[in-house]
């Protein structure tokens, strides 16, 4: 969708007329890296359609296919094997592996490997090659792990034991496509036979567990796990299942998880106090977070950067104003500095009670100390602003996030385009509808129906005499 017709717009003076506000210095972007050319040399017709680095002996950068038909690839490693002087490496044959699994079939990979290998008897296939073809056949929709055991049995027979590289990489393939079930059938195969997970691989399954099945189900897998493996859940395992129900507002759910976890023999530390902190705060218990807030200091777990965030966020949402500003000043004490989700908090709260133009002090007080406001810090003053009836003032923090190309957020956009058609200025709705489209901030058609909406109510309210 792009902009609203002209013909439909109203006579009043856009935005761009407004007069704009000195616009905060913004931090100059780290010069990027330029990139690096290999040299290139010709080869055939064939490698030159697919652009190959004339030094063969490196890493490809760029896909070399664009047909998965398996005779397009075997002439062009053809190619390349008999016209190159360089010698050809493994990691070479591995880029080359991977570009094609990249778009072909798990068969027609193999097969490739195969001619490879056939072609140049100087190429020795090792782990790393087969692994190549083990994330292929794991990110493969199928409806069951017969690809995969192909694979592993066609490592086996070469001389490579799966070890927990091989799991790993199995574990992460398959769930990156929403293969959770087969990732847990399979874990529990491969420590049978082979080898076990390591904690990072098991705990990665234990997130992505958490994100899509049902409590139960994961607590029946750690449960399989320990008794058939011996294989303990550690600290990480009970922050990712605290995270997960304090996510679910199950705060009972998480007090007991971090009395097994003391039964456990674990001590919660920083992380964990956070995250359940981070859930009483998310249903407004502030007496609550407070009370965990004290806990972890009488255990001698010194509250962290986030520690104070957390809690002055929940504070401030649930209008204990004070009580924020307090733990403000014994965060700093504590040689914390406040940040941009501090300050933002603050503001929120400062909204919440309707003193936004508190909060746009605060902004200057943020800017004074070199703390620099980010898109949430300005989404959250207009959203403010445009509720406490402070409209040429949210006018100009709109302007500074223009020129910054920020992007505006649901609720704030919707805010402002209210107020500006409230006030009359429905050329400037226009035209915030317009940025938040070339921003994309929005969807064109969520911005839309937002802007559409409230014409229509100003268009009603215009005929019962209550706006201009």
Not at 242 to 267: P, Q, W
Not at 302 to 311: A, K, Q, R, S, W
Not at 384 to 406: S, T
């Amino acid at each position: 969708m792009g902009k609203v017709p002209l013909s439909l717009r109203s006579a009043i003076p856009t935005a761009s007329n407004m007069k704009k506000p000195p616009l905060i210095p913004a931090v100059s972007p780290s010069p990027s890296e330029k990139s690096h050319h290999f040299p290139r040399k010709k080869l055939s017709k064939l490698s030159q359609e697919t652009k190959l680095p004339a030094s063969p002996g490196t890493h490809l950068q760029k896909p070399l296919f664009k047909s998965p038909e398996l005779d397009d690839a075997k002439k062009l490693f053809n190619a390349l094997i008999s016209t190159t002087r360089v010698p050809l490496d493994l990691r070479f044959h591995n880029s080359f592996l991977q570009s094609y699994a990249s778009i072909s079939t798990i068969d027609s990979s193999i097969s490739l490997l195969h001619h490879m290998v056939k072609t140049l008897p100087s190429f020795t296939p090792d782990r790393s090659t087969y692994h190549i073809l083990l994330s292929q056949s794991c990110r493969t929709i199928a409806p069951s792990l017969s690809a995969v055991h192909q694979i592993l049995n066609l490592m086996v027979n070469n001389g490579f034991d799966p070890n927990q590289v091989t799991v790993d990489i199995a574990v992460r393939s398959l769930c990156s496509v929403g293969r959770e079930d087969d990732a847990v059938e399979l874990v529990k195969e491969l420590s049978l036979k082979h080898s076990k997970p390591d904690t990072f691989t098991y705990n990665f399954l234990i997130k992505c567990l958490c994100k899509c099945r049902a409590l139960s189900t994961v607590y029946n897998f750690i449960d399989e796990m320990r008794s058939s493996f011996d294989i303990m859940p550690d600290l990480v395992t009970y922050t990712i299942l605290i995270d997960n129900v304090c996510n679910s507002k199950n705060l009972r759910e998480a007090t007991r998880l971090v009395g097994i976890l003391r039964e456990c023999g674990f001590k919660p530390d920083c992380f964990v106090y956070n995250t359940i902190m981070k859930g009483y705060c998310m249903l407004s218990r502030g007496n609550e977070a407070i009370e965990v807030y004290k806990k972890m200091k009488e255990e001698g777990v010194e509250p962290d950067l986030v520690t104070y965030n957390t809690l002055i966020f929940g504070l401030s949402k649930s209008g204990r104003l004070s009580e924020a500003k307090k733990h403000l000043k014994i965060m700093v004490e504590s040689g914390h500095f406040p940040d941009a989700v501090t300050y933002t908090s603050l503001m929120n709260g400062m909204c919440r009670k309707g003193d936004a133009s508190g909060a746009l002090s605060l902004l200057s007080e943020m800017e004074e100390k070199g703390c620099s406001p980010n898109s949430c810090t300005y989404n959250t003053l207009i959203h403010g602003l445009c509720k406490g009836r402070l409209l040429e003032k949210a006018i100009e923090l709109y302007l500074v996030m223009k020129e910054d190309a920020m992007k505006l957020d649901t609720a704030s956009y919707a805010t402002f385009v209210r107020a500006l058609c409230r006030e009359g200025k429905v050329a400037e709705a226009y035209e915030v509808f317009d940025y938040a489209v070339e921003s994309k901030s929005l969807t064109d058609i969520a911005a839309y129906l937002t802007l559409e909406s409230t014409l229509k109510w100003l268009k009603k309210a215009r005929e019962q005499g209550l706006a201009v």
